[in-house]
């Protein structure tokens, strides 16, 4: 198999650098945050929404939408508006407990935080983790309102299995229910009487701080420096504090939380900076755009559902003639990357008899008559092309007819904007689940297949007689 061929080295490196993202983005505003980093890093220049921008060729541009939604575009050095878009799109978001808005709870003797269900988790990996809160906070300060990271960097969180002898029977089929098991416990008040946290009752009737447990609220306002009567707000997600590690007796599975998707964020983007080489020829505009909310249905402003790709694409387009934007969509492509289900060696048989991807075996190209994925033989075919010019092996996945199908960005965006799309992802397994499984040589393979399609998707697609 061409997977094997890959040099160890380099498979580990790539996977190193999956795991760095990952461990630093425990929530969608941190992932934002890190790939802002790595932008930068590379003279990319951030355009903001409410100002106007004058795009030129061999341009490095980025534009961040709720601190949530980043999409990075490189301009080919011979682009003219009216040109196609080379996109991959992914997602920063994963299934996670959020803390509730009025979250203070206590019931015998344990100080308890309200969470909500964000996405389809499964829920029941979530008991007996070491688990911590991250995301953002609006504060009040002398200069109006700010945005702060905040990421407490310890295990402050638990929710408790029930013991073996209280509920044997529950245990055989453990499902536990989202309203009533589900509330990690901070602190007890036994405790509380020794520790006194941030006396929040100095703030104004109304305030935010008053809604938790107090030493929630000390938490942030220790890691934030600031006092609890100027949190005005925040999002905070529940996450697990064990990093993500290299496993397995041969160095080839990746533990790690919220593979899906960081997976496809880290590789696009790293697709995005190796292409940057032969940018100075290329006529199209190289994209990697990264949306919010993808696992509760992509519908919010700064999801894949709204028209913030669209407003972009068309004020890249700008300068050209009053049409330039609708050119340029039958010269454009989008690769469509969320991760793709493994083979399960204890559950085989829920997958489809000829469909059964394979940790190693190269990214996953999914497909659904039903439309739950945007691929067609046009949009596959392709793809097979770009693959074969940079040695990745592909595979396909198809549902079984009486299994549910997932869905992803793919077929919305192909909808909204008529765009021809291939839907793919890298094999996993676990997927959902407090700590997902995937192998280290699916990071080099998506890389490799990314830079690919960037260098060479222009000139493949002016050679397509149709
Ligand atoms: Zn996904």
Known sequence: MAAFK????????SAEGLIDFVNKGPSPYHVVEECKRQLMERNFTELKEKESW???PNGLYFVVNNFSTIIAFAVGGQYKPGNGFNAVGAHTDSPCLKVKPRSNRSRCGYLQVGVECYGGGIWHTWFDRDLTVAGRVVVRSSEGLEHKLVHIKKPI??????????ARDDHLKFAPNKENHILPVLATSTMQELQKPIDVSSCPAGSVARNHTPHLITLLCKDLSCSPGDVLDFDLHLADTQPATVGGALDEFIHAPRLDNLFNCYTALQGLFDSLPSLAEETNVRMVAMFDNEEVGSQSAQGAGSSLLEFIMRRISNGGSAVAFEESIPKSFLVSADQAHAIHPNYSEKHEYNHTPFLHGGPVL???????????????????????????????????????????IGPILSAKLGLRTVDIGS??????????MACTTGVLQSILLYTSYFNNFTTLDASIKY
Do not use: F
């Open 6 to 13: 890959l040099d160890r080295a380099a498979v580990l490196k």
């Open 54 to 56: 004058e795009i030129k």
């Open 157 to 166: 969180l638990c929710v408790p299995n029930v013991c073996i002898h209280l």
């Open 366 to 408: 999914k497909l659904n008559a039903n439309q739950r994925y945007a691929t067609t033989a046009i949009t596959a075919s392709i793809l097979r092309e770009i693959a074969k010019k940079a040695s990745v092996p592909l595979q396909e996945v198809v549902v079984r007819n009486d299994s549910s199908c997932g869905s992803t």
């Open 427 to 436: 094999p996993q397994l676990s997927m959902h689940s407090i700590r997902e």
